[in-house]
């Protein structure tokens, strides 16, 4: 029973442009969100965090929107460089320190 | 020098074999995870660690063992390798504060024939 979904597998987006991954969780104890990107034949690495007490965290170009009425988060990257294409992995936790993962959305930076 | 090191980095071997995956991490973190990632899937915890003498199951530890030899290193195996556990395992670390990420290794792709 999956409880952090990433309904896109796929993403392809121009050069420039905004990403949107999405995420949906069903366990309504998480309180801490992840996004980690990985490149091929390499590990996952931490990208950015929210904790449920906010709704928005902002990073240089990448930004996590919480909305916890809808158990939904996204990241949106702008603008979009041929370096974001990899898979990126939303994880969740729940104060206990074990991260659920979804099941990954690969992009693609078209030049 | 990689903080999170896995070895090996590949390995094929048959049914029936003993297995075991090592990693070893310079961050002086507490915390250590063992994931494994099936195509299409999210990475699932097998086991988890919070220090030396603390060792938890995770999501699917059946057929699986860790040993924690020391506050670096975190040890998983297979004690009877069968084919469905062919998967890209990767070793975690954590510090203990709430809301720190996970860092991992580049992982170690296992393929029981």
């Known amino acids: 029973d999956q409880q952090v979904k990433q309904n896109s597998p796929s993403l392809s987006v121009q050069e420039g442009r905004i990403s949107i991954l999405n995420c949906d969780y069903t366990n309504s104890m998480f309180d801490y969100f992840l996004w980690y990107k990985k490149y091929p034949a390499e590990g996952p690495t931490f990208l950015i965090s929210?904790?449920?007490?906010?709704d928005k965290n902002e990073d240089g170009r990448f930004t996590v929107f919480l909305n916890k009425s809808a158990k939904h988060l996204s990241l949106h990257i702008v603008p979009s460089q041929p370096g974001d294409s990899a898979v990126y992995f939303c994880a969740a936790s729940a104060n206990d320190y074990k991260l659920s993962f979804g099941a990954g959305t690969t992009v693609t930076v078209r030049a | 020098d990689a903080d999170v090191t896995q070895t090996p980095r590949n390995r094929i071997t048959k049914t029936g074999k003993r297995i075991m995956l090592e990693c070893s991490q310079t961050k002086g973190h507490d915390r250590m995870y063992w994931y494994r990632q099936d195509p299409g899937l999210g990475l699932q915890l097998i086991y988890y660690?919070?220090?030396?003498?603390?060792?938890n199951k995770g999501e699917i530890s059946d057929g699986y063992s860790v040993s924690r030899q020391a506050q670096a290193k975190f040890s998983l195996s297979l004690e009877s390798a069968i084919p469905n556990q062919t998967a890209l395992y990767f070793c975690?670390?954590?510090?203990?504060?709430?809301?720190?990420?996970?860092?991992f290794g580049d992982g170690t792709r296992l393929s029981i024939l």
């Open positions: 975690a670390t954590s510090d203990a504060a709430e809301g720190q990420p996970q860092h």
């Open positions: 660690s919070f220090d030396v003498k603390d060792i």
């Open positions: 929210i904790s449920s007490i906010k």
